[in-house]
């Protein structure tokens, strides 16, 4: 995964990482958020999951310590990082800044 996921973020569209686990209540609402944030940006950006349960690696080289966290990468660059849930419009117009 740890290739794949630097593949991921050497993208030129901008990445949303959400690193979540999945007894996490938070995260479930975030998800859901996710959808609609996907089909405000479309093609526009990817958004991707990353479970800190399944990939402790990644998450502890990226400094996650709570969930959800999310980021955003954009040519391997991370260009923004916060911990907690976020509505749909902020995180829309936060990757059409990047797009």
Known sequence: ?????????????????????????????????????????????RIIKVDIDQYPAIASQYGVRSVPTLMVFKKGELLWKESGVRDVNTLTRLLQQYI
Do not use: H
């Open 1 to 45: 995964m740890s290739q794949k996921f630097q593949e991921i973020i050497n993208s030129e569209r901008p990445v949303l990482i959400d690193f979540f686990a999945t007894w996490c209540q938070p995260c479930k609402v975030q998800s859901s958020v996710l959808n609609s944030v996907k089909e405000n940006v479309g093609e526009g950006a």
